[in-house]
C-alpha cells in the first residue's frame, strides 16, 4: 500500500477516535483529531498525484474517507444540539445523490471530476465544523458567529455544487433513464 491510500486509511481509523474524543466532551482534542484528519484528505492527493501514485483503491477510497469524516461530525454535532438537523439532511443527502450519479457514469466509463464548488463546498464544510468544534474559538471573543456563517456557507455551497453537478451530467441522468 502506498502513503497516500495509507494516509486515506488512517483517516478512517481517525474517526472513531474523533467520535470517541467528542462524546467524550473533549471538544478541543476532538477539533485537532479533525483537523489532522481533514489535512490528510489534502495531502494524500497531492501525493499521489504529484508522485504518480493514483490507484483505484485511492480514488475509491479518498473520497469515500472524505465523506465518512464530515458526516460522522455532523451527526455527533446534531446529537449535541450544536448543528440543525435539516442542515445535516441537505449535505449528506447531496453526498448520495452525487455518489450515486458518479456510480451511475462509472458503469459507463465516465469519470466526474470534483469541480471548483465542489472543492469550495469542502472547504467550507471543513472550516465549519472545526469552528463549531472550536466553539466558534477565537471569534467567540469578538462576539462574531463565525462558526454559523461558515455552515450556512457549507450549506449553500453543497446545493450550488450538487446542482452544478446535476446540471452539467443532465445527460448521464436522462441517458439511463432516471
Known sequence: MNLPNKLT??????IPVFI???????????????????????????????R????????LMDPLADKLLVTSAL??????GTVAG?????????????????????????VIAAGMTGKIKTVCQMVAIT???????????LGFPMDQI???????MTIVSGTEYIVKNWNIITAKGM
Request: glycine letters at 6%.
Open 9 to 14: 486509511m488512517l483517516r478512517i481509523c481517525a
Open 20 to 50: 470517541v474524543i467528542l462524546l467524550m466532551d473533549h471538544w478541543y482534542i476532538a477539533a485537532i483529531i479533525f483537523v489532522l484528519a481533514a489535512a490528510t484528505d489534502a495531502l494524500d492527493g497531492h501525493i499521489a498525484r504529484s
Open 52 to 59: 504518480g501514485l493514483v490507484t483505484n483503491f485511492g480514488k
Open 75 to 80: 451527526i455527533i454535532l446534531v446529537q449535541t
Open 86 to 110: 435539516w442542515m445535516v439532511i441537505v449535505i449528506i443527502a447531496r453526498e448520495f445523490a452525487i455518489t450515486g450519479l458518479r456510480t451511475v457514469a462509472a458503469a459507463d466509463g465516465v
Open 131 to 141: 469552528l463549531l468544534l472550536l466553539k466558534n474559538w477565537p471569534f467567540c471573543y
Open 150 to 156: 461558515m455552515l450556512w456557507a457549507a450549506v449553500i
